[in-house]
């Protein structure tokens, strides 16, 4: 079965958008979701999780996206928004490796920035490593490595180890 992940660009962000200004530190008192959504990306896109709906959940960024502190909130944040997936031209590794144990889809893909536009539509085929847009651009990235993805499907990596311990 071939994996798609569908959704419209909720957002196109630059380069070096670092943790702190995915979710600032006066919110660090909380874990919940819901809550740290409401301020997901607050410093640069006031109200962005009322941007993000069902269909519009994609958000596309410039390189080293989550660079700086190494905060979970970060990605419950963003989950906590609405944000079905991150496509970006480069990740932080440390946000990178949050962004799969949380179940958050992280999408290395080098020319997104210039090649998405603001609410166009992506689908994403992880294990064939293509990257679709509306407009008719096509984008070749790795595939997806097959642990990893098993870990997204699960929903992160607590659920796949409870999988496996079943």
Not at 30 to 44: C, F, Q, R, V, Y
Not at 55 to 74: P, T
Not at 102 to 119: H, M, N, R, T, Y
Request: charged share 30%; net charge negative.
């Amino acid at each position: 079965m071939t994996t798609l992940i569908k959704g419209r660009i909720v957002k196109v962000l630059g380069d070096n958008i670092d943790t702190d200004v995915i979710i600032p530190g006066r919110y660090l008192t909380s874990m919940d979701p819901e809550e740290l959504g409401k301020h997901a990306l607050e410093p640069i896109v006031p109200e962005f999780h009322k941007l993000v709906t069902e269909d519009k959940n994609i958000l596309v960024a410039g390189e080293n996206f989550g660079c700086g502190s190494s905060r979970e909130h970060a990605v419950i944040a963003l989950k906590g928004a609405g944000v079905k997936a991150v496509i970006a031209e480069s990740f932080a590794r440390i946000f990178f490796r949050n962004a799969i144990n949380s179940g958050l889809w992280v999408i290395e893909c080098p020319g997104i920035k210039e090649a998405a536009k603001e609410g166009e539509l992506v689908e994403v085929n992880p294990e064939e490593g293509i990257v679709k847009l509306e407009s008719g651009k096509t984008l070749r990235v790795k595939p997806m490595d097959k642990q990893v993805m098993e870990i997204l499907l699960a929903g992160g990596l607590i659920e796949y180890l409870k999988r496996k311990v079943a």
